[in-house]
């Protein structure tokens, strides 16, 4: 069997991949501190692919833990997912986000150096092009930063570019999401943030079960179709299969690649609020606020590069999205916390 290390294993998008794993035939070892996801998650792993995958409670920068489990699980490679990301509490906690992500992908490169482990995908974000590209948004862009969540993404990728300049055979795949949303259609797994949700689907999805009032949409005087911000959503579960796919890639000896995971089609705020009351049933109030500081009006991947190296094509629909998203939520009210649902 081919073990495969995921960071912040039992995290959002983490987990969505570790179902795409199984049914690929690897098996995913889950590695997490639980500071943003919880240990329940496994239970709804097992029921979902009947595998119970091994789950290693342990912290990034445990550098000397983190190498003793790639040695004792033979781990091929590592999908890197653990890092802290949002936006608005970087500004506010920058030492936090510089240490969790910049000096936790460190240590994860000297235990895979240490355990001779020579592939890692690395987690990383559209963040990285900053507010001054044009979309669609290429590959060869330039970086930049407004924020330091995105500023230790930028970091992040120069690191592993550097590192895999210096070990010729250490080969990454990093991959820039757009926005992820949706669950898995079986609504057993899905996204559950803590606190008052900074995206826009999961605040969408707590005023549809009652837990929030209405939706504030920040700014309807953007230069977009309908005045609100336009984003590239992506299905978490189109998502969790770019994650195969870029492992496979470099299991099979294949060149390190830096690639776009996203649609390269906008969505407006409303779009999305008319969607999901379509498709949820469920009225959405919303109101019109002030624009949010660092927000831009509209961002949107170009997708070629990852058809063409990863033949890695999305599924999935903003209905489908809203569908998924919906059918989580109003089972899961409370995340893993809720009863398993039916
Ligand atoms: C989407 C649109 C908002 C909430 C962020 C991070 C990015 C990545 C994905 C980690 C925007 C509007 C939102 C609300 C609203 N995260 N909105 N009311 O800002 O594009 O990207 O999450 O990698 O790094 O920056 O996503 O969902 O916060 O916002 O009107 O209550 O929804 O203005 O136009 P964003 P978002």
Request: glycine share 8%.
């Amino acid at each position: 069997m081919t073990n495969i290390l995921l960071t912040g294993g039992a995290g959002y998008i983490a987990s969505h991949t570790a179902v795409s794993l199984i049914e690929a035939g690897l098996q995913p070892i889950l590695l997490d501190n639980f500071i943003n996801s919880s240990p329940k998650v496994l239970d709804r792993l097992e029921r979902l692919t009947g595998v119970r995958p091994i789950l290693i409670e342990m912290d990034v920068l445990n550098t000397a833990g983190v190498t003793q489990v790639l040695r004792d699980h033979h781990i091929q490679a590592v999908v890197h997912f653990a890092a802290l990301k949002a936006v608005g509490e970087s500004v506010t906690m920058p030492l936090e986000y510089y240490h969790n992500n910049v000096v936790g992908l460190i240590n994860v490169l000297q235990a895979m150096r240490a355990a001779d482990v020579k592939h890692i995908v690395l987690s990383s974000s559209a963040t990285v092009y900053g507010e001054h590209n044009v979309s669609p948004y290429k590959e060869n862009s330039t970086l930049s930063a407004t924020s330091p969540y995105g500023e230790s993404k930028v970091m992040m990728e120069h690191i592993i570019r550097d590192v895999a300049k210096a070990d010729l055979t250490l080969r990454y795949a990093m991959l820039r999401y757009f926005n992820p949303v949706g669950a898995h259609p079986s609504g057993l797994i899905g996204e559950h943030p803590r606190g008052i949700p900074n995206n826009l689907m999961p605040y969408i999805q707590q005023v549809a079960v009652g837990l929030r009032d209405k939706l504030s949409v920040f700014g309807n005087d953007y230069d977009t179709t309908d005045g609100t911000g336009e984003r590239d959503y992506i299905h978490v579960m189109d998502l969790a299969r770019g994650h195969v796919l870029a492992v496979q890639h470099l299991l099979s000896g294949k060149d390190s690649i830096t690639t776009n995971l996203g649609t390269g089609q906008p969505v407006s705020v409303l779009h999305m609020v008319k969607a999901f009351e379509a498709v949820s049933g469920k009225a959405i109030p919303y109101q019109f606020a002030p624009r949010r500081a660092g927000d831009i009006a509209c961002f949107y991947a170009d997708p070629s590069l990852s058809q063409h190296i990863l033949n890695f094509h999305t599924e999935f629909n903003i209905d489908d999205m809203c569908r998924d998203a919906w059918n989580w939520q109003r089972q899961n009210p409370n995340g893993y916390e809720t009863e398993q649902p039916n």
